[in-house]
């Protein structure tokens, strides 16, 4: 009986334990939270820091494009396309993200409109060779997972969108054979007195 009462009373410890966040998780959740009470804040005029989340082993990061409304799925692709260029750098270079990177965070990036319509969001994870790259949500051996977006497919991807964006913009143009006749015979019709 008495192992019994010493097991009972043992049980939420345990499960408690289990839940408890670290001391540095703790101290990261409270940078968090300070962070987030003065959000949100102007990056620049057209472009707002809107919260700060931070739940081990993810830190949420919400921008806002103030002037900027959704313009369908092809535009907010593009400023996909141009902001993936950009996000990596102050998540690898910042000081302020630096206990974030020691502790192993995954950070996960969203950005809005004026209205708050999500537009499109990044997964950064740190890579074995401890930089922070984008991955995204793949199936992988009959699983899904974050998987590093390779070079090699990002630069597949950008062929394939130029070939796309030149047949619209530079259709191929049809050429045709004229017979020197009939550019003499149009030269006369066109110059008749």
Do not use: W
């Not at 839940?19 to 003065?38: A, D, G, V, Y």
């Not at 809107?50 to 959704?70: A, W």
């Amino acid at each position: 009986m008495k192992k019994l009462l010493l097991i009972l009373l043992c049980l939420p410890l345990l499960f408690t334990s289990c839940s408890m966040q670290t001391e540095k998780e703790k101290e990261l959740t409270e940078i968090c939270n300070n962070i987030n009470s003065i959000t949100p804040m102007m990056v620049n005029e057209t472009f707002e820091f809107s919260s700060i989340n931070c739940d081990f082993p993810i830190v949420n990061l919400k921008y806002r494009y103030v002037t900027y409304e959704g313009d369908g799925e092809a535009m907010n692709n593009a400023m996909k396309k141009i902001v993936s260029k950009e996000v990596e750098e102050p998540i690898n270079n910042h000081e302020g993200f630096k206990d974030f990177r020691e502790a192993g965070y995954t950070f996960f990036i969203e950005y809005f409109d004026k209205d708050f319509q999500k537009l499109f969001s990044f997964y950064l994870r740190k890579s074995s060779t401890g930089v922070y790259k984008i991955v995204e949500l793949k199936k992988k051996n009959g699983e899904y997972d974050l998987v590093e977006k390779s070079q090699e497919e990002e630069e597949i991807k950008d062929t394939v969108l130029k070939e796309n964006t030149n047949k619209i913009t530079n259709p191929p143009h049809q050429t045709y054979q004229v017979s020197p006749e009939f550019l003499e015979k149009a030269k006369k019709d066109l110059f008749k007195e």
